[in-house]
């Protein structure tokens, strides 16, 4: 019994963190363009190509 008097605390904190940590990055625009990063991925950028030498 002593160990779920340590223990729930402990999860209610740590769940608590969790929720604090998704909603400031949903208030910090982490999840505002999902489908540009996927599109950055398949770009070919010019500077990134070997040259021939």
């Known amino acids: ?3 779920i008097l340590l223990l729930l605390p402990i ?3 740590l ?3 969790g929720l604090a940590a ?7 625009g ?3 363009d999902l489908d540009g990063a ?3 991925v ?4 010019p500077d990134d ?3 021939d030498r």
């Open 1 to 3: 019994m002593n160990v």
């Open 11 to 13: 999860a209610l904190l």
């Open 15 to 17: 769940g608590l963190v």
């Open 22 to 28: 998704f909603v400031w990055s949903l208030r910090s």
């Open 30 to 32: 982490q999840f505002d």
């Open 38 to 40: 996927a599109w950055r």
């Open 42 to 45: 398949l770009e070919d950028d």
């Open 49 to 51: 190509r070997p040259t």
